[in-house]
C-alpha cells in the first residue's frame, strides 16, 4: 500500500520532521518522498507550518577544514572558473590598462603639452652648420631646453658651459655646467628677465666642473643671439 | 538574522552548479547548521561531519530546491538536521538536557526579527502562533517535543530521559506534532481572516 493513501501520512510526516521517525521506518519515508509526489507534498506543509526558528545565538563557528572537505568532496575547483572568466581578472586588467594608457599616451601628451609651451629663441653656431644647437624658453621663463643637431657629450676630461652675454661689454653670465648639449636645464632666478632680443648665448669647453674664473676659460664652440 | 531572499537566490545559483554561491551560501549558513546538528548530536567533531554531509547533500538537491517555498533555512535545516539524526542513531550519541535549556530554547522560539515585508510578516505571525501553541501544550507533550526537535532525541531515548513507557512518549509525541499543527493552521486561518476583514 502506498503510503501516501495510509491514513497515518500526517503523523508519520511530523514524526519524520521532529525526528523521532528512526532506522527502516525512517529510510521508508525517504523513499515514498522520492516516489510518492503525495507525500512531499504533505511533508512540505508540514515544514513550511511547522518551521521552527533557530535563533542566530546558536550559531557556532565551523572549522577552517571542514569547508575545505566539503571543497574536495564535491571537486569544486574543477568547477572554478578559469582564469579568463573571473571578475576579478578582468577589473584589475581593466584597472592595469588604464594606468598603462595613462602613462602611454595621456601622460606624454600632457608633457608634450608642456613641450609646446617652449618657443625658439636662439640657434647657436658652430664652426660647421652640424655643429648647431637650438635654444628655446619655457613660457614661463624659468627653464631653458637645448637641442643639438649633433649629438655632443663632454667626455670625462671636459665640460661644456652655458653662457649668458647680455651684452658685448659685459661679462658673460653663467647658466649652467653640462654634460651634454642636449637637455633641459632650470635658468638661476638671477638670471630670469634678462633674456631679451639681441642677449646671446653661448657654450664653451671647460675643465670638468666648468669655468675656474669669471667668464669663459677655454674656447667657445658655439654662439647664437635672441631673435626679436 | 539570515535574508530569505539572498539564501533563496544563493540556493538557485548553486543550483545551476555556480561554486561561488555554493561557498557563500556556505559562509552564511554553516554557523546556525552547525549548531542545528551540535544540538541533535552533542559533540563538536560529530556536528562538523553532519555539516560536511549536508553541504554535500544540499549540493547535489539544490536542484530540487523549491524557489516558491517561503522559507529556505527551513530547508537548509531539514536536510543537516536528517544527517545528524542518522548519525545520532549510530554514533550512540548520549546527551544531557537541562530543564533551564528546554525553557531557554521555548522562550526563544520565534523571537527572530527579520526585515518588513507581507511574506515576512506572516512568516514572523506564524513564528508567533508557534511559540504559543507550543507554550499552549500540555507539559509532558511541550517537553518529549522539545527533546525530540531540538535535541534530535529518539522515542527510546525520550522515555529513558523523561522515565516513562516507550509507548507513552510516543503518544505524547504524536499528540503534541498533532495538536500544534492543529493550532498553528488555525491561528494561521484566523490571522488571514482579521487580514481580509475590512
Request: proline share 7%; glycine share 8%.
Given at each position: 500500500?502506498?503510503?501516501?493513501?495510509?491514513?497515518?501520512?500526517?503523523?508519520?510526516?511530523?514524526?519524520?520532521?521532529?525526528?523521532?521517525?528512526?532506522?527502516p521506518?525512517?529510510?521508508?519515508?525517504?523513499?515514498?518522498?522520492?516516489?510518492?509526489?503525495?507525500?512531499?507534498?504533505?511533508?512540505?506543509?508540514?515544514?513550511?507550518?511547522?518551521?521552527?526558528?533557530?535563533?542566530?545565538?546558536?550559531?557556532?563557528?565551523?572549522?577552517?577544514?571542514?569547508?575545505?572537505?566539503?571543497?574536495?568532496?564535491?571537486?569544486?575547483?574543477?568547477?572554478?572558473?578559469?582564469?579568463?572568466?573571473?571578475?576579478?581578472?578582468?577589473?584589475?586588467?581593466?584597472?592595469?590598462?588604464?594606468?598603462?594608457?595613462?602613462?602611454?599616451v595621456?601622460?606624454?601628451?600632457?608633457?608634450?603639452?608642456?613641450?609646446?609651451?617652449?618657443?625658439?629663441l636662439?640657434?647657436?653656431?658652430?664652426?660647421?652648420p652640424?655643429?648647431?644647437?637650438?635654444?628655446?624658453?619655457?613660457?614661463?621663463?624659468?627653464?631653458?631646453?637645448?637641442?643639438?643637431?649633433r649629438?655632443?657629450?663632454?667626455?670625462?676630461e671636459?665640460?661644456?658651459?652655458?653662457?649668458?652675454?647680455v651684452?658685448?661689454?659685459?661679462?658673460?653670465?653663467?647658466?649652467?655646467?653640462?654634460?651634454?648639449?642636449?637637455?633641459?636645464?632650470?635658468?638661476?632666478?638671477?638670471?630670469?628677465?634678462?633674456?631679451?632680443?639681441g642677449?646671446?648665448?653661448?657654450?664653451?669647453?671647460?675643465?670638468?666642473?666648468?669655468?675656474?674664473?669669471?667668464?669663459?676659460?677655454?674656447?667657445?664652440i658655439a654662439?647664437?643671439?635672441v631673435?626679436? | 538574522?539570515?535574508?530569505?531572499?539572498?539564501?533563496?537566490?544563493?540556493?538557485l545559483?548553486?543550483?545551476?552548479?555556480?561554486p561561488?554561491?555554493?561557498?557563500?551560501?556556505?559562509?552564511?549558513?554553516?554557523?546556525?547548521?552547525?549548531?542545528?546538528?551540535?544540538?541533535?548530536?552533542?559533540?563538536?567533531?560529530?556536528?562538523?561531519?553532519?555539516?560536511?554531509?549536508?553541504?554535500?547533500?544540499?549540493?547535489?538537491?539544490?536542484e530540487?530546491?523549491?524557489?516558491?517555498?517561503?522559507?529556505?533555512?527551513?530547508?537548509?535545516?531539514?536536510?543537516?538536521?536528517?544527517?545528524?539524526?542518522?548519525?545520532?542513531?549510530?554514533?550512540?550519541?548520549?546527551?544531557?538536557?537541562?530543564?533551564?535549556?528546554?525553557?531557554?530554547l521555548?522562550?526563544?522560539?520565534?523571537?527572530?526579527?527579520?526585515?518588513?515585508?507581507?511574506?515576512?510578516?506572516?512568516?514572523?505571525?506564524?513564528?508567533?502562533?508557534?511559540?504559543?501553541?507550543?507554550?499552549?501544550?500540555?507539559?509532558?507533550?511541550?517537553?518529549?517535543?522539545?527533546?525530540?526537535?531540538?535535541?534530535?532525541?529518539?522515542?527510546?531515548?525520550?522515555?529513558?530521559?523523561?522515565?516513562?513507557?516507550?509507548?507513552?512518549?510516543?503518544?505524547?509525541?504524536?499528540?503534541?506534532?498533532?495538536?500544534?499543527?492543529?493550532?498553528?493552521?488555525?491561528?494561521?486561518?484566523?490571522?488571514?481572516?482579521?487580514?481580509?476583514?475590512?
Amino acid at each position: 500500500m502506498k503510503l501516501a493513501a495510509r491514513p497515518e501520512l500526517d503523523l508519520l510526516c511530523g514524526e519524520y520532521l521532529v525526528g523521532t521517525l528512526r532506522g527502516p521506518a525512517r529510510r521508508r519515508f525517504e523513499r515514498s518522498l522520492v516516489e510518492e509526489p503525495l507525500v512531499a507534498s504533505r511533508l512540505h506543509h508540514w515544514e513550511q507550518t511547522m518551521a521552527f526558528e533557530y535563533p542566530q545565538q546558536f550559531a557556532s563557528r565551523p572549522s577552517a577544514s571542514t569547508w575545505r572537505r566539503i571543497r574536495q568532496s564535491l571537486a569544486l575547483q574543477r568547477l572554478a572558473p578559469p582564469w579568463y572568466q573571473r571578475v576579478a581578472v578582468w577589473r584589475t586588467l581593466a584597472i592595469a590598462s588604464s594606468l598603462a594608457l595613462l602613462l602611454v599616451v595621456v601622460l606624454p601628451l600632457w608633457r608634450g603639452g608642456q613641450r609646446d609651451d617652449f618657443r625658439a629663441l636662439a640657434v647657436m653656431q658652430g664652426k660647421t652648420p652640424d655643429a648647431a644647437v637650438n635654444v628655446a624658453l619655457s613660457a614661463d621663463g624659468a627653464r631653458v631646453r637645448l637641442s643639438a643637431v649633433r649629438p655632443a657629450l663632454s667626455g670625462p676630461e671636459h665640460s661644456f658651459e652655458l653662457w649668458l652675454i647680455v651684452d658685448a661689454r659685459s661679462v658673460p653670465l653663467p647658466v649652467a655646467v653640462l654634460g651634454s648639449l642636449d637637455g633641459e636645464l632650470r635658468l638661476p632666478a638671477s638670471l630670469a628677465g634678462r633674456i631679451r632680443p639681441g642677449t646671446q648665448f653661448a657654450v664653451s669647453v671647460e675643465p670638468p666642473g666648468g669655468s675656474q674664473q669669471a667668464g669663459p676659460s677655454g674656447p667657445v664652440i658655439a654662439i647664437g643671439t635672441v631673435r626679436g | 538574522m539570515l535574508d530569505d531572499a539572498e539564501i533563496r537566490r544563493l540556493l538557485l545559483a548553486t543550483a545551476a552548479r555556480d561554486p561561488q554561491a555554493f561557498e557563500a551560501l556556505y559562509r552564511k549558513t554553516a554557523p546556525l547548521l552547525l549548531a542545528v546538528a551540535q544540538r541533535v548530536l552533542g559533540r563538536r567533531e560529530l556536528a562538523e561531519e553532519a555539516l560536511h554531509d549536508g553541504f554535500v547533500r544540499i549540493w547535489h538537491a539544490a536542484e530540487r530546491y523549491d524557489p516558491l517555498a517561503p522559507k529556505p533555512v527551513a530547508w537548509l535545516v531539514a536536510i543537516v538536521r536528517n544527517r545528524a539524526l542518522d548519525m545520532a542513531g549510530s554514533a550512540g550519541v548520549a546527551r544531557v538536557v537541562h530543564d533551564s535549556e528546554l525553557i531557554e530554547l521555548l522562550a526563544e522560539q520565534g523571537q527572530e526579527a527579520g526585515p518588513g515585508g507581507d511574506s515576512l510578516l506572516e512568516a514572523r505571525e506564524q513564528q508567533r502562533h508557534l511559540r504559543d501553541c507550543l507554550a499552549g501544550l500540555e507539559a509532558p507533550q511541550r517537553q518529549s517535543l522539545v527533546l525530540a526537535f531540538h535535541h534530535g532525541m529518539s522515542h527510546a531515548e525520550l522515555a529513558r530521559h523523561l522515565d516513562k513507557p516507550l509507548g507513552t512518549v510516543k503518544s505524547w509525541v504524536r499528540r503534541a506534532m498533532g495538536n500544534l499543527r492543529d493550532c498553528v493552521e488555525s491561528c494561521m486561518g484566523e490571522s488571514r481572516e482579521a487580514r481580509r476583514a475590512p
